[in-house]
């Protein structure tokens, strides 16, 4: 069910005041209360705000209208938990990853399956990825390893193998051996497309969240449950550097989109944490050293306190002026991300159990948040902080096509 304004939920002033609600909670007979509670553990917002995606304790995904805030559909396959979703850069496709050792990739127009890659994590997909191009994405899980998909081809190579088998179809009796041959031999490039094109082992425990830089294909940062952030070349592997400060396990990071040297991270110690790249340039000797420790380099680093809970998400902007931060404490914290003197701007109760995920929308006229209520709520972003018309269109126009050199 979709809600109307209710405002509440310690939003004082004016601003970060909620909009509409959205749940798949089931409602008592009275409509007052819920008889089933069924937690959101991540959701997803298309690039152009028509689309939400939800994920819940049911193993379902639900697809939400923004326009209506109506239910779409929602799809079933996943046969454990599903940890995150994510839109493909051009909203074309919604990818899943989930305990059941699967990533799924799901059409955005009709909520169809377009391909179930095979098993290759070694147990949980916790953490997923799109590159900014919108060609590859990134898998992490509970063994530790990144993996990365050519998710282009794969699904470029099983629209062939459809083709062709309606075509084969179609042909007469004499043809059928000619386009069997040609059937086999896609087949075979299509499962062999199917299969990560890397992986490599990335951190001592499970690799809890992961992000491409919004302006830099290549650049692929991690974090992991032992308590290190690590920064890696997609392309190859290789590590850049390893960074650790964090008191026990880091459950999420995110990468400024006006500066992919400026990153945050929210750990289980309650603190979101800020940290500079430019600390250690790849080949400067903190950056080697950085590469040597087997936990990563204690870079000086800004600890923002205030969170009662573990942090389990934070953030940025799409304009990279203000982080939001979210935790098991049932509050939202929203700061200014400078690394100068980063301070707090705003905070709200969102939710009545731990708030599980958040989103900002293009237009950052919302953030959306999403709890263990089972509620997913949309609060008001002050105007000032709006996207300008240039900024939203710049969003909007979506991946530069990747090019082959």
Same mark, same amino acid.
């Given at each position: 069910?979709?809600?109307?304004?209710?405002?509440?939920g310690?939003?004082?002033?004016?601003? &970060?005041?909620?909009?509409?609600?959205?749940?798949?909670?089931?409602?008592?007979?009275?409509?007052?209360?819920? *008889?089933?509670?069924?937690?959101v553990?991540? =959701?997803? =917002?298309?690039?152009?705000?028509?689309?939400l995606?939800?994920?819940?304790?049911d193993?379902?995904?639900?697809? &939400?209208?923004?326009?209506?805030?109506?239910?779409?559909?929602?799809?079933?396959?996943?046969?454990?938990? =599903? &940890?995150?979703?994510?839109?493909?850069?051009?909203?074309?496709l *919604?990818?899943?990853a989930?305990?059941?050792?699967?990533?799924? *990739?799901?059409?955005?127009?009709?909520?169809m399956?377009?391909?179930?890659?095979?098993?290759n994590?070694?147990?949980w997909?916790?953490?997923?990825?799109?590159?900014?191009?919108?060609?590859r994405?990134?898998?992490?899980?509970?063994?530790?390893r990144?993996?990365?998909?050519?998710?282009?081809?794969?699904?470029?190579?099983?629209?062939?193998?459809?083709e062709?088998?309606?075509?084969a179809?179609?042909?007469?009796?004499?043809?059928?051996?000619y386009?069997?041959?040609?059937?086999?031999?896609?087949?075979?490039?299509?499962?062999?497309a199917?299969?990560p094109?890397?992986?490599?082992?990335?951190?001592?425990?499970?690799?809890?969240?992961m992000?491409?830089?919004?302006?830099e294909?290549r650049?692929?940062?991690?974090?992991?449950?032992?308590?290190?952030?690590?920064?890696?070349?997609?392309e190859?592997?290789?590590?850049?550097?390893?960074?650790?400060?964090h008191?026990?396990? =880091?459950?999420?990071?995110?990468v400024?989109?006006?500066?992919?040297?400026?990153?945050?991270?929210?750990?289980e110690?309650?603190?979101?944490?800020l940290?500079?790249?430019g600390?250690?340039?790849?080949g400067?000797?903190a950056a080697?050293?950085?590469?040597?420790?087997?936990?990563?380099?204690?870079?000086?680093?800004y600890?923002?306190k205030?969170?009662?809970?573990?942090?389990?998400?934070v953030?940025?902007?799409g304009?990279?002026?203000?982080?939001?931060?979210?935790?098991?404490?049932c509050d939202?914290?929203?700061?200014?991300p400078?690394?100068?003197?980063?301070t707090?701007?705003?905070?709200?109760?969102?939710?009545?159990? &731990?708030v599980?995920?958040?989103?900002?929308t293009?237009?950052?006229n919302?953030?959306?948040?999403?709890?263990?209520?089972?509620?997913?709520?949309a609060?008001?972003?002050?105007?000032?902080?709006?996207?300008?018309?240039w900024?939203?269109e710049?969003?909007l126009?979506?991946?530069?096509?990747?090019?082959?050199?």
């Amino acid at each position: 069910a979709a809600g109307g304004g209710a405002m509440g939920g310690g939003a004082s002033k004016k601003s &970060w005041q909620r909009s509409f609600y959205l749940t798949s909670n089931v409602e008592d007979d009275t409509g007052d209360s819920y *008889l089933q509670v069924y937690p959101v553990w991540t =959701i997803a =917002i298309t690039r152009n705000q028509r689309q939400l995606a939800s994920a819940c304790s049911d193993n379902k995904i639900y697809l &939400w209208c923004l326009v209506t805030h109506n239910l779409l559909i929602d799809l079933k396959g996943h046969a454990d938990t =599903i &940890w995150k979703l994510a839109y493909s850069p051009d909203d074309a496709l *919604l990818a899943s990853a989930s305990s059941d050792g699967t990533v799924r *990739l799901w059409a955005v127009a009709n909520g169809m399956p377009v391909m179930t890659l095979p098993r290759n994590h070694a147990n949980w997909v916790l953490s997923m990825a799109w590159s900014p191009d919108g060609q590859r994405f990134a898998t992490g899980g509970s063994d530790a390893r990144i993996l990365v998909w050519d998710a282009a081809e794969a699904v470029a190579s099983s629209e062939r193998l459809a083709e062709i088998g309606a075509q084969a179809a179609e042909a007469g009796d004499y043809e059928q051996a000619y386009w069997q041959e040609l059937a086999a031999e896609e087949r075979e490039k299509a499962e062999a497309a199917k299969r990560p094109i890397i992986y490599w082992q990335a951190h001592e425990k499970s690799i809890h969240d992961m992000v491409f830089a919004p302006s830099e294909s290549r650049m692929l940062v991690s974090i992991g449950a032992e308590g290190s952030v690590a920064v890696w070349d997609a392309e190859n592997g290789m590590l850049d550097a390893r960074l650790m400060g964090h008191i026990g396990a =880091i459950n999420t990071v995110s990468v400024s989109p006006t500066n992919e040297e400026l990153i945050a991270t929210g750990g289980e110690d309650h603190t979101v944490r800020l940290w500079d790249l430019g600390d250690v340039d790849p080949g400067s000797s903190a950056a080697k050293q950085s590469r040597e420790k087997t936990l990563g380099l204690n870079l000086a680093h800004y600890s923002l306190k205030g969170h009662e809970g573990g942090v389990a998400v934070v953030r940025f902007s799409g304009d990279g002026r203000l982080l939001a931060s979210a935790s098991k404490d049932c509050d939202v914290r929203i700061w200014i991300p400078n690394l100068q003197n980063p301070t707090l701007y705003a905070k709200f109760g969102a939710h009545e159990a &731990w708030v599980r995920d958040l989103q900002w929308t293009s237009d950052q006229n919302h953030v959306y948040t999403a709890g263990s209520d089972g509620m997913i709520y949309a609060w008001a972003v002050p105007k000032k902080y709006h996207a300008s018309p240039w900024q939203l269109e710049k969003m909007l126009k979506g991946p530069e096509k990747y090019k082959a050199n």
